[in-house]
């Protein structure tokens, strides 16, 4: 495998990437940028979305917000193979 070690910010390991998060699936993200709203993004994924943030890191916020977009996007499949389902189509 590969770590990336965090190039702004600090040097610590828990921003070596990538990150991971076992909700809801079991994701992995390594981000070769810089996000410029991370004041924004970090009040969304703490108060919107209820999440922790554990780093300082802008790639563990997008990781926070991709796997939320990916939970909501099940939600919705779920829903709609359990109308499927219960319609009989």
Same mark, same amino acid.
């Given at each position: 495998?590969?770590? $990336? !070690? ?14 991971? #998060? &076992? !909700? ?7 981000? &070769?940028?810089?996000? #410029?709203? /991370?004041?924004? +993004? #970090? +009040?969304?994924? @703490? %108060? ?14 997008? +990781?926070?917000?991709?796997? @939320? !977009? +990916? #939970?909501?996007?099940? $939600? %919705?499949?779920? *829903?709609?193979? *359990? %109308? /499927? /389902?219960?319609?009989?189509?």
């Amino acid at each position: 495998g590969h770590v $990336r !070690y965090p190039t702004a910010g600090t040097s610590s390991c828990a921003e070596a990437q990538p990150l991971y #998060t &076992n !909700y809801p699936f079991g994701i992995c993200v390594a981000h &070769n940028g810089n996000l #410029t709203n /991370t004041e924004d +993004l #970090t +009040l969304r994924v @703490e %108060k919107t979305i209820g999440r922790h943030v554990n780093t300082d890191s802008d790639s563990e916020l997008l +990781l926070n917000l991709f796997a @939320e !977009y +990916l #939970t909501a996007e099940t $939600r %919705k499949a779920d *829903s709609h193979q *359990s %109308k /499927t /389902t219960t319609n009989g189509n």
